[in-house]
């Protein structure tokens, strides 16, 4: 009885790809020949909250023409950003965004993305998606690389598409809406 329950567990585990350790993970790659690969949607909305009592996202360092630079070149923050199901603050909150972004063209307002999707909640939970992108901000639709992932996202790629939900000119605090579609196994 206590076999079969361990095996289930196991089958269990591994259908959800979360079995983890070094073993689990050589496994997993031995078995990627017969894996197939899947499309996965994801939306949520990031909040990012650079003022007020409840920031998520605080300036690392500015260059030293930041504060007369048209396109703000050189601030960088470091964020740990709610991801939700909604654009309310108080929606359900399903990962948060961590990592750098700053403003890296002197042509545009534009930011580099270098941050970690970290999902928290069902079946995606403890797993990650990887972001190294492009962001002017004051596009309409903006698409950033997904470079990579753990967990359920072992070897993701795929395309992130933002767009902004919420803006506060005087704050700096916005919503934006994020469609994600990922290719993994
Ligand atoms: C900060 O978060 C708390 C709890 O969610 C909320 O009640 C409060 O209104 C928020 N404050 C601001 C300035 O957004
Ligand atoms: C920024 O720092 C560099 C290197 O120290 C210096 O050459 C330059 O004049 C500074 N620029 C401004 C606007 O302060
Ligand atoms: C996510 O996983 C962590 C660690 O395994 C666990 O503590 C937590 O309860 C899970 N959260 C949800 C919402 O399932
Ligand atoms: C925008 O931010 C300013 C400054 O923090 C605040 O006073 C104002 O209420 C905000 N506007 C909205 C619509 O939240």
């Known amino acids: 009885m206590l076999c079969s329950l361990v095996i289930f567990t196991a089958a269990v585990q591994e259908a959800a790809g979360l079995k983890k350790g070094p073993e689990a993970v050589e496994k997993w790659f031995k078995k990627l020949p017969e894996a197939k690969e899947k499309v996965t949607k994801l939306h949520f909305y990031f909040h990012d ?21 048209p396109t ?62 492009h962001n002017p901000i004051l596009h309409k639709y903006r698409e950033m690389p997904i470079v990579g992932g753990s967990g359920v996202f072992r070897l993701a790629r795929g395309i992130a598409t933002a767009q ?21 196994y």
């Open 49 to 69: 909250t650079v003022s007020g009592k409840n920031s998520t996202a605080f300036v690392l360092a500015q260059s030293n023409i930041t504060s007369t630079s």
């Open 72 to 133: 703000f070149f050189g601030v960088f923050n470091v964020a740990d950003d709610p991801l939700t199901i909604g654009p309310e603050p108080d929606s359900k909150i399903v990962g948060r965004a961590q990592g750098i972004y700053g403003t890296a063209s002197l042509e545009e307002i534009a930011l580099l993305m270098t941050l970690n999707f970290v999902f928290t909640d069902g079946k995606y939970n403890g797993s990650t998606l990887s972001v190294l992108g």
């Open 164 to 184: 902004t939900v919420w803006y506060n000119r005087s704050s700096n605090n916005a919503v934006v809406e994020y469609t994600v579609m990922v290719l993994h």
